[in-house]
């Protein structure tokens, strides 16, 4: 019953550094999104992925990339830190066929020093 | 353009009902969702509508929707402590299977 994983949960980089944040879910969902999340601020899609094989961009794509790797994970890169990137990041899947709500991670609390 | 906007902040007496206010600008929008955070924690789904119903009710919360006016709101019945967190609405496009989430009401309970 685990629903949808996310790891690390905590990550500190220096400026420069590359890392690539994990998601998996377990609920079959086709849909799968990474935000992020900014202290007084909303969640702010990053990509994006609406089945296998695709993936979108968001509304804050620059300096990321992703990989859906298989219809379960969709991971999330980060080529260069920078401290602009400090932030909590929250992955979801979603099935459109059934257009239920999205299910998230408990995110993982990135810094970059 | 895509947009979700909620006030940043409502405060309330415990015991009376909280109304949290959302609007969206996407009239072809299919599911609307209002999420909570408490501080530290994940998002948490407290209820969703969809685009062809005007009201749904689940205990204490109630959600109203007015698609013509793009207005989105969520009440809270008898205000409790434990209700207090950042609440998000959130719509679908169904054109592109984004979700879009507005900045987040802080809601506060005040003795």
């Known amino acids: 019953n685990a629903g949808v994983t996310q790891t690390p949960k905590f990550q500190v980089l220096k400026t420069g550094q590359s890392m690539t944040l994990q998601c998996a879910q377990d609920?079959?969902?086709?849909?799968m999104y990474w935000y992020r999340q900014d202290p007084g601020m909303g969640l702010r899609l990053i990509y994006y992925s609406a089945s296998e094989g695709t993936t979108d961009k968001g509304e804050v794509p620059n300096g990321y990339n992703v990989s859906r790797l298989n219809k379960r994970e969709f991971s999330l890169r980060l080529e260069s830190a920078a401290p602009s990137q400090t932030s909590v990041y929250f992955c979801a899947s979603l099935d459109r066929a059934t257009n239920q709500p999205q299910h998230f991670g408990d995110g993982t609390r990135l810094s970059i020093l | 353009g895509e947009d979700v906007e909620q006030s940043l902040f409502l405060s309330v007496r415990e015991g009376d009902s909280s109304v949290i206010n959302c609007t969206y600008t996407d009239s072809s929008s299919t599911y609307l969702y209002w999420y909570k955070q408490e501080p530290g924690a994940g998002l948490q789904l407290l209820t969703y509508?969809?685009?062809?119903?005007d009201m749904k009710q689940d205990q204490r919360l109630t959600v109203l929707l007015n698609k013509k006016d793009k207005h989105l709101s969520l009440r809270i019945a008898d205000t409790q402590t434990g209700d207090s967190a950042i609440y998000f609405c959130?719509?679908?496009?169904?054109?592109?299977?984004?979700?879009?989430f507005g900045s987040g009401t802080r809601l506060s309970i005040r003795p």
């Open positions: 509508i969809f685009s062809n119903m």
């Open positions: 609920m079959n969902h086709n849909s």
């Open positions: 959130a719509e679908m496009y169904s054109s592109a299977s984004k979700i879009i």
